[in-house]
């Protein structure tokens, strides 16, 4: 198997992201972030995804934590993209639908080249903890668009916020591992076109 494999730096004068990130992992997070919630998030995303994933961001959390959390998105998304080389033999297709105790949720993604985002969440508070909750949509959108992926998330019902966010980082991480699964019958890649 070919490593899938990748580690980036990206500093600027709002924040400073390092990331490395293992595709082929077993669930393995050292996450710092500065953002006690959205550290959470990511070591779910990273555990359900199978992902080996190492972040260190410092932001300028003093401002609030727009910055931090979009660059993360922006960095950890350049990070797939790379990890994923020429996307020889992945299903390229994941979806996932995540109960979390009143709450389900969906996360459905293609590793298709054109990057999009339709997120159908609504959320009835402004924060959680650090982040506002605004900032899932942010942090999604900076991942797709940087990995390159369609990316469609939404909650079908729920009321605690917390399990609404929780599902859809979980569905997050299950939806990555099915796409970056690789199918041996597959020859070149899960296109008609024959790149991706």
Do not use: W
């Amino acid at each position: 198997m070919i490593d899938r494999k990748s580690k980036l730096y990206r500093k600027t004068k709002e924040t400073e992201i390092d990331i490395t990130l293992n595709l082929d992992g077993e669930g393995k997070y050292d996450i710092n972030t500065g953002i006690g919630f959205f550290d959470h998030m990511l070591n779910l995303m990273t555990k359900h995804g199978l992902l080996d994933l190492k972040i260190e961001a410092n932001g300028d959390l003093e401002v609030d934590a727009h910055h931090t959390v979009e660059d993360v998105g922006i960095v950890l998304g350049q990070c797939f993209k790379k990890a994923l080389g020429d996307k020889t033999g992945i299903k390229r297709y994941g979806t996932s639908f995540v109960p979390m105790d009143e709450t389900l949720a969906s996360v459905s993604i293609d590793i298709s080249g054109r990057p999009f985002l339709v997120f159908n969440c609504d959320f009835t508070v402004d924060k959680m903890g650090q982040m506002d909750t605004e900032m899932v949509e942010e942090f999604l959108r900076a991942f797709a668009f940087n990995a390159e992926i369609t990316l469609h998330g939404r909650i079908l019902y729920g009321k605690n916020n917390h399990h609404m966010i929780e599902a859809i980082f979980k569905a997050l991480g299950r939806a990555i591992r099915e796409a970056v699964d690789i199918d041996g019958r597959i020859k070149g890649v899960m296109s008609t076109k024959g790149s991706l």
